[in-house]
């Protein structure tokens, strides 16, 4: 028996290391889309604070599904443009055609982000939190916080995409009482700009308490 021959892997040895070598690049595939779809998110916020609709909307699929608060759910691309373009950018986001005017603020922190990948790679959930503060220079200043639940999909390109996004408002209140004496409004579906669907769940924000949906299970009960 040669020197060579005692260093060669035996086939079980050699079925153990690719099997560890597939565990690896499945769990690194998986770190990699974590990362994408963190980023993706965090730059959504970031075009939202500055109201770029025009970089805002080629971040969610052309079927998406979004709700905000008890506005509704609004189906599709083009519906997510209208609500966006003319009820946020011509409403609370007071902006131009892209971007806010002088004078206004509409800032949207996504923090506290937890992001699942499905096992077949190509779908994704995540859970966050926006704080936001919103303001019109000399006439208003307004505190918000709430949960962003999403569902994200990867096309063919290997992009990801949000898929689903429903923001929970917990509170949205005047800067100068702040939630600790102020109701936060429950709001409602918007007849010049109606959704596609009613509200999916019907809740009272701050000071009611509700909890949105988790899309995971705990991780030490597995509850």
């Not at 599709?76 to 806010?100: D, M």
């Not at 994704?124 to 962003?148: H, I, N, T």
């Not at 408002?169 to 004496?181: C, D, M, V």
Request: charged residues 20%; proline residues 8%.
């Amino acid at each position: 028996m040669t020197e060579a021959s005692l260093t060669l892997p035996t086939p079980e040895r050699l079925a153990l290391l690719e099997a560890r070598l597939a565990a690896v690049e499945s769990e690194l595939s998986e770190l990699k889309a974590i990362e994408l779809i963190s980023k993706l998110t965090r730059m959504y916020g970031y075009y939202l604070d500055k109201a770029l609709w025009d970089e805002l909307l080629p971040l969610f699929t052309e079927d998406c599904s979004v709700e905000i608060s008890a506005l509704g759910v609004y189906l599709g691309r083009k519906q997510l443009e209208v609500l966006f373009k003319q009820f946020l950018g011509q409403g609370p986001a007071k902006s131009g055609p892209n971007g806010l005017l002088h004078g206004q603020l509409y800032n949207h922190m996504m923090i506290q982000g937890i992001v699942h990948v499905a096992p077949c790679g190509t779908r994704a959930k995540g859970r966050w939190r926006s704080f936001m503060q919103l303001a019109e220079f000399g006439k208003y200043g307004r505190w918000g916080e709430g949960v962003e639940t999403f569902e994200y999909a990867r096309d063919e390109g290997g992009r990801w995409q949000i898929s689903k996004m429903h923001f929970y408002r917990t509170f949205h209140t005047p800067y100068g009482e702040s939630w600790a004496t102020a109701v936060s409004p429950k709001g409602g579906m918007l007849a010049d700009y109606p959704p596609d669907l009613p509200p999916t769940e019907d809740y009272e924000p701050f000071p009611g308490v509700y909890i949105p949906p988790f899309h995971y299970p705990n991780p030490i009960t597995g509850k």
